[in-house]
């Protein structure tokens, strides 16, 4: 997927900057890094973006040859015969950088065709990037490419897109990319996802202003070049590159040799900023681009455009490139040694906790499911029949031929599993009448060809009866369906498959919004309906009547193993959902 293959029209379209004081009311962001300060550093700490380069480093064997057609593309894209042209892109071809928080507007990013993609990729992309935080001022990069990136400062979700637009108050992309755990990632998007031709994430590798306010940059810093080679070097895990010569390979690095003295040289304060973490954490090649630019944040997610002050009111480029006039140098950019391919920068293990306990901490996530109130909540981890209610509320349950205890889907926790037959169930002791706002909560786990209900509000604890509400049921291909019946049934269902032998989690809701059904943590299904039956049921596990529901699977009984069912008054929030998740270990 060639994502950020930048075209360029001329010096001034690759480094352009807006010489004035500040954005337009219209661009002007309250979102952005500078109204709401984040670490630039919100992956692992072992992410290959935040160490720095032993003085050691070695070179690669074509070293030379590799600078030296990185300094001849400089000299043949918007440079002269004696100025080689270095930029930086602050407001065209570079993300503007926001970050979220979990009040801000939730969207649904849907895929939009600008590579024809249609069908399962399309499908694929809109299943995954779901509930979203974007900020309401948010604006992609004015050109081209559309770029985009968002970090969730209370999740520590990072989401990256490309060719991004807002039509009629929804966001769409071409393509991109989440990470839900960006404190525990690399920094590096799984497959084809991601903005970056890369796959790195640009929040790792861009510059931002405050950065270079500061005259400090605590990371490696992003190079896109005219010319990469086919090559792909870690931590990239794609590249656009097509070239076979000379060129630098995409993830490729390059750097400051330690023994140059910087603070030597005569160098603007942009150069000189810039040098100094060339030589402490290295240049990474992340794109095929227009030019030889370095990237920084997006001034258009600002709300005040710092550049002209940073730059001294004139261009980038011009702040990195020869000012006899001034006494200034160019950045260095001949003194450069690339690193080879693959190169990773030696990790010290953590030092190993010197009274480490002797059992492993317990999960959180029954903590988590009580902290939203359930009404009902079986942990279905008992030898007995009889089923505990951890909500407190007393609504305890029965067990009758199931196999137990099973292992769990929370670590060092047991399940039941369920023989898919009308006397492998379990159920409430007592009739409950419903919450007219509701949620079911189940984890499952199965491997059938034959479908089945989970969970439901039954009429009677044991017999199938007559009629049936609040249905979690699988369809014979694995497909996961939620209905509700009020006068006639109807069911919302995924498009995915989930009898693959995993542990997932589903939860149900249905409010004066509509239905909605997500499967580990990402809404999978949707649907208009707003209300369900209100007679009291015996809420049951393993089957149940599915006569008058839509896709009917082959067994109205699940065979498969089920585990912490929960029921609250309320319809959870897509945020709650995700921190229970997010819980399991």
Known sequence: ??????????VLALTSLLLTTSLSASAATLSGTDTRPVSSRVFAAASPFYQKLPADSPAASDS???VSSLNQQAHDFYGTATDANVGLNTVTHTPPMYVARSTDPLYDVKSWSCQ???GSIATMFNENMQDINIPADALADTSDDGGMTVYNADTKQLVELWKA??????????WGGRITDADKSIGVFSGTWGMSASGMAMWATTIRASEIAQGHIDHVIGMSIPYTKSTISSPAVRTDGWRTGTELSIGQMLRLPASVDIDAMTLSPLAKTIAK?????GIIITDTGGSVAFSAENANGMASNPYPALFRNRYAFQELQARPSLGEAAF??????ALPMDYKVPVAAPTPDPTPTATAPVADYPSTVKAANPALYWRLNETGSAVADSSGNGRTGTMTTVYRPAPGAITGDTSVSTYGNDKSLVYSSA???PAAAYSVEVWFKTGTGKG???AGLEPSQLALGTTSDRSLYMLTDGRLAFGTMNGTASAVTSTKKYNDGAWHMAVATQSAVGTILYVDSVRVATGTATTAGSNAGYWRLGGGNLAAWPNQPTSAYFAGSLDEFAVYDSALSSTTVTAQFKARS
């Open 165 to 174: 637009r807002k039509v009629e108050g929804e966001w769409q992309a071409c």
């Open 277 to 281: 973490a060339a030589q402490e954490y």
């Open 116 to 118: 024809g993609h249609t």
């Open 332 to 337: 260095p950019l001949t003194q450069l040694v």
């Open 64 to 66: 030379s040859a590799l």
């Open 1 to 10: 997927m060639n994502h950020l293959t930048r075209a360029a029209s001329g």
């Open 452 to 454: 089945g209900k989970l």
């Open 431 to 433: 009739k409950l009448t």
